[in-house]
């Protein structure tokens, strides 16, 4: 019987939001205690499992853990004392160019395994936090917002964070801090500020490039050697 | 209607019992170490049975099981908001955060996890794995990466050879002689193509320390100068410090450098480093280098070489993103043989190398390298003491279609000016190499 209700229910949900112009960006799939949606309106509403959510809500997941599935397949798991504005969410079941994603995380943390939006066009995908915005390559990360944003990769994947004045690739199992912390010392103990260097034929590893770059030793003292030789090159 | 209405029942009836045969064949599987198998199986219920506490405890076995990390913990999140006594869960949960990483989360879920009295076996290993975090060492003590490369491209002087097809060569009387030098020893150019691949290993001691092993290895090819066909190797090996705002480094590297096939140079000596952080986007480096290079077949131009560096980088902020590092840097080649002093020189240099990140994956670089080069006796062909001052200036750019892929264009151009003509050439490289990291 509870079955057949929440079926009336999403269904009727589904036909007020057409109705509106609201589109349904993705269904509750776990809650404990009482989150709510508050729509573009500031109207709120208890959320639950199997409600829909749609494109323009904020999530406030109070002292709830909250797990929402998207019609584009993208599963998001929230913290407790979380804030997340689905800002724009379009999906039409097809990644025909139309298709896009735009979230906020205003307060707390989430973690997802994306879905197609953002697959085949990665424009059509944004997550911003308040010092970053992150782009997704088809990945699964966790993301806390708290005295600076945290992002832990997960075990696959991949994710460009534009953080105002550069964009930072993360791959698999890496975790990167943008704000509050230090970025030099990050530099360092990536091993990234070896690639502040060139790369062609500079960037041979062992602190020490072997460039095939003439000292001038062709023409040896006898004036009969002739052969490139090389200098080394110091790169610390 | 009534027809719709008794197929809608029969689902409803129906639907319970092939989830329960899934699930069963799911654990029969699990058993069976299937566990992507199972996954598979239970992956598409989610939507509908989670909350479920004995499908969440299959799916997130499954899926922890067959390294679908992220989506166990959605799994097992879900299962201890409804049964939190679940020591097993909590531990497994414990480590897959302890394995991605997160650590704070790790730590604190294995301390609800002890203080909620585990069993035994449970306690010891989640004791053990906090002690680790603790310390600060990662779940996998050992990160191996590397990369591999191809590059393409037009060198105007493959030799370095001077483009004079003169020598003149004084006499030891009162004039010079003018030797003619054959067109094969003057300047060649030719197209090249190179191979590269190099792997670094890490390997973490304790919180501060560790162990690195660096290899690499590059191969360059000419279209039809077969004579200055090259591969070089290379090894480094040493240990790493982190203490607070500073990085100490110790290490021995070994290089090789073959020409037209055959062992031309080899380089081998110890290094020592130092990285301090002076603010948040910048720090400071100093570094030596004390080895011996020595030449194949040709030990009177052996050298024991002795360096050492200075260097400043700085991050600034902008839209552009400067990067910029430079340093300088003073050493010396010390012939190894008396009688021909004139093969070692004294050396100093600068290097400045800065980047700009144009739009996105676009980034810009410069390089300018200027070394100074005095040698240690009379030419005795030339009779003259020679000093050289070279200078190479690139200029590249670094483009990044997907990570971990890098498409360098890059010209370069290299200036040698000496005081004996014969050592004075200049040389254009242009290439482009295509990287990809891994």
Known sequence: MNRYLIALVITCLIH????????????????????????KSGSQRPLEKGQAIFSGD???TKKSLLQVKFTDGTFMSFNPNSRFQIEEYRFNGKQDGTEKSSYKLLKGGLRTVTGLIGKKNRKAYRLRASVATIGIRGTKFYLELDNGLIIYMGED????????????????????????????????????IEALGPIGQLKIPGGWSMDSY????QVNCYGKQKSVSSSVIIQQ | MTKLLSITLLCFVLLPAYASDAWQEAESLLKLGKAEAAYQILAPME??????????????????????????????????TITPGDNEARYQLARIYYRLGETAKAENTYQQLLSSSPEKQIQTSAEKELEAIQKGMLFNPTKISGYLGLTIGHDSNVNGATNDSTLIIPDLGSGSSVSYLPASFQEQSDSFRALLAGITID????????????????TRTHNSQDAFDSDQFAIDFGVKL??????????????????????????????????????????????????????????????????????????LSGSLAPRIKASIYFGEEDNLNSLTPHLGHNLNGVQMVGELTLNGPLKAYTALYHERRDYGGQDPLFLKTRKDHQTTFALGLKYEPAPNWELVPEIRYTDNDSNLSSYEYDRLQANLLLLKHF
């Open chain 1, 16 to 39: 007020i939001s057409s109705a509106y112009g609201v589109t349904t960006a993705g269904r509750v799939t776990f809650v404990s205690g009482t989150p709510k949606a508050i729509n």
């Open chain 1, 58 to 60: 904020t999530i406030d």
């Open chain 1, 157 to 192: 994947g991949a994710l460009e964070i534009n953080d105002g004045t550069r964009i930072l690739f993360l791959t698999a199992h890496e975790v990167a801090s943008i704000g509050g912390k230090d970025a030099v010392v990050n530099l360092i103990k990536s091993g990234d």
């Open chain 1, 214 to 217: 003439v000292v001038g030793d």
């Open chain 2, 47 to 80: 939507e509908e049975y989670a909350g479920e506490a004995t499908f969440d405890s299959l799916l997130a076995r499954s899926a922890n099981q067959s390294g679908h990390y992220t989506e166990a913990i959605f799994a097992y999140e879900r299962l201890l």
């Open chain 2, 203 to 218: 390997h973490q001691l304790s919180r501060n320390l560790s162990l690195y092993g660096k290899g690499s290895i590059s």
């Open chain 2, 242 to 315: 982190d203490h607070q705002t500073n990085q100490y480094l110790l290490g021995y590297v070994v290089s090789e450098y073959r020409l037209d096939g055959d062992e031309y140079r080899q380089l081998r000596g110890a290094k020592a480093s130092w990285s301090h952080v002076l603010s948040r986007n910048r720090a400071f480096h100093v570094s030596g280098f004390h080895g011996q290079v020595e030449y194949n077949g040709q030990d009177i131009k052996d050298v024991d070489r002795s360096t050492i560096a200075l260097g400043y980088t700085v991050l």
